[in-house]
């Protein structure tokens, strides 16, 4: 609380109190209203019965663990049995997501290093409007597009027929290939800007000291750049894999007819389902899943939540 007094008090000092006032009230109330309240009531329909509207409220409206004990033993709560479905599309849904942030971080980290050690002037402002202008098109528009290239009379399929690389169209929405270059592509961004941050702070003289000692750039990228850049590639990670996981457009567009996304089982309770409660919990599970997942990547890359932010 000091430290947040402190960093008030220099703000007020620069730009004004009434400017201070405005950020203070303006960040507090989008934190309340649009982030903690909706997560505090969804929380607490998690740990409700699904009940008609008039029903709401009486005797019978009152906290239960039914919406978990169904995620975990579905409809065979008494007999033992495991709700093998949706515990297998939860998995497969988290393994998903760390693919896609790895396949983002081996793309995104040469490009960072070229943006933020390479380029300069012009050549540098080039790159980074190439990286953006793409992303002016809806992200719909964009999962569509994939799934007109990666279809089975995409242009993917038809360069390869016409080269005489394969002689039949290949299922690539079937084999979520469309699926994971789609999701890759629509959060790339989102890796490359804080490993770019973290890497364009770095002293060009430490790499040219370490080539002056022999290192190979192997060694350069593992034993100077990569532990720089801990913080870019720990942020870049979390957003990438938190994003991807709660994704629900694209496994919609792209993903093939047996493939299945953890969100859309969530979509299904909300809407057609018209479960709220087992919706909540289900999206609260997911919550819990991805918070744990950014503080495993804390502690494997060894940095802190400030270092994230930053």
Partial sequence: MREIGRFFSGFANRNGLPVAIYLLVAV?????????????????????????PPKIGGPEDVHTLEQYRYFVMG??????????????????????AVFVTIIDLAICYPVAYLLAQSS???AKRLLVLALIVPFWVNEILRAFAFRILFGATGVIN???????????????IGGNVAL??????????LMIF??????????RNQIEAARDMGASWAQVHRRVVIPYAKPGIASGSTMVFMLTAGALAAPQILGGPSSLWFTQIIYQWFNSGGNWPRGSAYAVILLAICIMFVLLIMRV?????????R
């Fill in 28 to 52: 507090s109330t989008w934190i309340f209203v649009l982030v903690i309240l909706p997560q505090l009531t969804m929380f607490d329909f998690s740990f409700r019965h699904n009940l008609p």
């Fill in 75 to 96: 409809n065979e709560i008494t007999g033992g049995g495991v709700n093998t479905l949706d515990i297998a599309v939860l998995f497969k849904t988290l393994v998903a």
């Fill in 120 to 122: 300069e002037g012009s």
């Fill in 158 to 172: 038809g360069a390869g027929m016409q080269l005489g690389l394969w002689d039949a169209p290949i299922d690539f």
């Fill in 180 to 189: 994971y270059a789609g999701l890759a592509y629509a959060y790339i961004l």
């Fill in 194 to 203: 804080p490993l770019y941050n973290a890497i364009e702070s770095l002293d």
């Fill in 301 to 309: 890359f060894k940095v802190s939540i400030g270092e994230i932010g």
